[in-house]
């Protein structure tokens, strides 16, 4: 009987401070889903799609195809694929790299690593080689940009 | 023996170390990527890709070339979540897939040809081979906020390397609606794969996914990345530090 007035207070407890923290501000919110991301990593696929790529719900698309952005899920990055026909969502599917070694690391991830930054800094060591963006990569970055822009309207 | 070339719109460079070298050998590499302009540029009128863009060519008359590189684009297109495509408007340009490719035929080559120690630099991407004067190649990472300096130096061998990147931005860009936050927008990309060709088709992908691409390049196994965002701050991959040049 005492444990189980405990557990009502912790969980009780657990609750109100949700509560609280969940109109404190969307940190408090994310903060939650790493542990039952944690839980198990298999059922990453199973995952439901970020709002972001949810936001194709309802009716009078066009029908066809539509690939939705890359979102960032605890556990890596999350992309989905609607797929609509006669104005509606049949089909929402999670796109994977092909590659299944890609794949497994894609899955297994439980949060993005933190990588290390630091500020440029020149160097002096004298080089055999140059590496650097070309003019033709950047007219093709513009390109793709440009693509992308009129794919996500 | 090295040699320079402007080919494709931009400075192509072969240097072959080993002594047996000759010039016919290298002109043979610049020759090839001449074919390669004439039937991939969109530049050029009579070329594969502008024919097939009006529309003059039927599919069963894609030349063998033209149907690897398609391949290869849908493949890459696939691999990095719809991020690298070749269609615009209804046209293809594969120049962004074309260029990797053709330095890695390059390096087939020269391998062929029996060379071990060289590289390819065909306007900054870059493969590798064997070493020069005993040392790993050196490869600097060009900044981008001054073309005259490099803010990494690598050694590396028997791997590609390349960069994506946008024009060259001032530095006292802000967001309006933010004027004290330090821009984030990505500038350079650079990233080192088991070859030229992987290289330079997940740095373009990876560039136009803005800051999300170094983690893309993270969770590739075998690629490494380093990008430079617009307050010239760097990020890296966990295991880009063992291509960095020891001093």
């Known amino acids: 009987m005492k444990k189980l007035i405990v557990s009502i207070v912790i969980i009780g407890s657990f609750v109100i401070y949700s509560f609280i923290h969940a109109h404190s501000g969307p940190v408090a919110v994310v903060a939650n889903t790493p542990a039952t991301s944690r839980s198990s990593s298999s059922t990453a696929t199973s995952t439901p799609p970020p709002p972001g790529a949810t936001a194709t719900s309802g ?64 160097q002096s060591a004298n080089v055999d080689i140059v590496t650097g963006a070309t003019d033709s990569s950047q007219a093709f970055i513009q390109s793709l940009t440009d693509a992308l822009s009129q794919a996500h309207v | 023996m090295k040699q320079l070339q402007l080919l494709m719109g931009m400075p192509i460079t072969v240097e072959v170390v080993d002594p047996t070298v000759t010039e016919t050998d290298i002109e043979k590499v610049f020759a090839y990527f001449r074919t390669v302009d004439a039937t991939f ?92 004067d005993g040392n790993l190649w050196r490869i600097g990472i060009r900044n981008p906020f001054n073309r005259k300096e490099n803010v990494k130096i690598l050694a590396i061998t028997d791997k590609g390397i390349a960069t994506s990147g946008t024009a060259i931005r001032g530095q006292h860009i802000y967001d309006p609606h933010y004027p004290h936050m330090p821009l984030q927008d990505i500038v350079s990309l650079t990233v080192i794969g088991p070859n030229v060709y992987e290289a330079d088709r997940f740095a373009t992908a990876a560039f136009a996914m803005g800051k999300r691409g170094i983690y893309f390049i993270e969770h590739l196994p075998g690629f490494e990345g380093y990008m430079i965002d617009a307050a010239a701050q760097a990020t890296f991959t966990t295991g880009f530090e063992r291509y960095v040049l020891q001093q």
């Open chain 2, 41 to 132: 540029s969109t530049y050029k009128e009579d070329s594969e890709v502008s024919k097939i863009n009006r529309g003059e060519l039927r599919k069963e008359e894609y030349s063998d070339d033209m149907k690897t590189i398609l391949a290869l684009s849908e493949q890459t297109r696939e691999e990095t979540l719809g991020y690298f495509d070749i269609q615009h408007d209804g046209i293809i340009d594969p120049s962004g897939i074309v260029k990797g490719w053709a330095i890695l035929q390059a390096e087939h080559m020269l391998k062929e040809a029996g060379f071990r120690n060289f590289y390819i630099d065909a306007g900054g991407d870059i493969q590798v081979a064997g070493e020069k």
């Open chain 1, 59 to 122: 009716s009078g698309y066009n029908d066809g195809s539509y690939t939705g952005s890359v979102a960032d899920a605890q556990w890596g990055f999350v992309q989905v694929k609607a797929v609509i026909s006669h104005g509606k969502i049949t089909d929402v599917q999670f796109l994977q790299f092909p590659n299944d070694r890609s794949r497994s690391v894609y899955i297994n991830s439980i949060a993005d690593p933190q990588l290390t930054s630091e500020a440029i800094q020149a």
